[in-house]
């Protein structure tokens, strides 16, 4: 299998997933990690990242071509940090999100997952000619709210008190970018 396929910025690089990758995966299936914390605590899954084990096990073996419904985050020197991915609802597929996950907390607050963001962004624009983007978070997660409105997205919505975290209920927060606004953003250097 060819996995040349990458995305080069200044810090990290997308690239297709490896075999090798799911075992940083396993690894990563940890509770006690910043993603875990902070990247959609209100989700209840006992068994973490083994659904997302699964999928990527079944991408592998069918070899898929581009365009990737997600990526893997590394640095430039070459360790495996995370990934993005892209997905929307089955009842409005006109609304396509998409997810940064960095798993490896020495890596957090350091400019890589705004990055990740601008390149995966930008990757789906070109490769799946959306209109728009947008990605769903809490309140409680500063940074990636902080890495939207950097990059030019703005709150589409905020469903109140929405989701549970450690016994107590948050907003959630849509936030969205059209592709439009990206190409406008970028010709002034977003």
């Not at 609304?95 to 940064?100: I, K, M, Q, R, Y």
């Not at 709210?145 to 107590?168: D, M, P, Q, T, Y």
Request: charged share 30%.
């Amino acid at each position: 299998m060819n996995y040349d396929f990458q995305i080069k910025g200044k810090l990290i690089n997308l690239r297709r997933t490896r075999w090798a990758d799911l075992d940083d995966y396993k690894r990563w299936n940890n509770p006690k990690l910043k993603a875990f914390q902070l990247d959609g605590p209100w989700y209840k899954e006992e068994k973490g990242l083994r659904a997302v084990i699964n999928w990527r096990e079944r991408w592998l073996e069918s070899g898929r071509l581009p365009p990737y419904p997600f990526l893997e985050i590394e640095t430039k020197k070459e360790v495996h940090i995370g990934w993005v991915v892209s997905y929307y609802s089955q009842r409005d597929p006109h609304a396509p999100e998409f997810g940064v996950s960095i798993y490896e907390d020495e890596y957090w607050e350091k400019g890589m997952g705004t990055e990740a963001t601008h390149l995966w962004v930008d990757y789906l624009f070109n490769a799946y000619n959306f209109t728009r983007l947008g990605f769903c978070t809490w309140e409680g997660n500063k940074g990636m709210i902080h890495i939207g409105e950097k990059l030019g997205f703005i709150e589409e919505a905020r469903i109140r008190k929405s989701c549970e975290v450690n016994g107590i209920f948050y907003d959630k927060i849509r936030m969205g970018i059209l592709q439009s606004e990206w190409k406008e953003k970028k010709k002034h250097g977003v």
